[in-house]
């Protein structure tokens, strides 16, 4: 078997048509390459070089050798840099729990473009109204508003305070009078979610008065715990209690309503959360670095 060391070498000095230009090339001494030279040709029983003092030329057999073995060589070293091009890509999988709100506004927008940047990374969201164990259900990190998560969480904000108001349509408004005070919701048709589709628990709304949270328990004759609750607004089935993120463009052009705006109660903000600051893999990092973008 050829000593390809050698192969590598002979191709540098045909290329280099110097043996001090091949070896400051390669990385070792003149002496080295003559040497290296010098036993190839013992082992092919061939002269491969013209040598002169001032001048070096291939030989008529080093010359059918270097075409034969040039474009070999090439290929190879462009194999082994794709190779090296492949390692360097990030790819793997990141597995995010998160909220409806959270999903819509803040962590879909932020790796919608994230995601054609870095095709080979696989993203799977899903969407969770619920509080989970990320760890337990398999998940790398999870997405809640505040940061009060268990001890051994880290979190990382990724979103402004949220903001919830109530809004209703303006044709719903038309038919009915405006609300006054929270109670007055009483008499209105009123739209809201299920936190849980297992339990069957109604989501409570909250309002500030004078630095007092207030709690109402909405009796509502339209659920639904999807993007379809801004839709069955617009269509004007009754008042709802949402986040403002999810209304704002409507609000700004008067499709909806905001009421009882003094009442307005102001989350804190949203943050991603996962377990240790140690071991994560570079396209957790990636991933991570896009949502606090």
Sequence with gaps: MHNYNELNYFITIAEAKSFIGAAKSLGVSSSALSHSMRNLETRLNLRL????????SLTE???QLYKQLAPLFKQINEDVNALGDYL??????IRINASNIAIENFIYPKLSQFSLRYPQIKIEIECDNNLVDIVKDGFDMGCRIGNDLAKEMVAVKISDPLRMVLVASPDYLKQRKEPKQISDLDQHLLIGKKVSSQHGMETIWEFTNSGNIIQYHPSTHFSINNHL???AILDGLGICWIGYPDVKNELATG???ELLSDY???YEPF?????????HSNVFKLVLDALKS
């Excluded at 070089?49 to 070096?56: G, K």
């Excluded at 360097?88 to 999988?93: A, K, N, V, W």
């Design 61 to 63: 057999a080093g010359e």
């Design 264 to 266: 307005s109660i102001t």
């Design 255 to 257: 499709r909806l309503i």
């Design 271 to 279: 943050y991603i959360y996962y377990p240790s600051r140690k071991g």
């Design 229 to 231: 609750r801004k839709q």
């Design 49 to 56: 070089f013209n040598r002169t003092t001032r001048s070096l």
């Design 88 to 93: 360097d890509t990030p790819s793997g999988t």
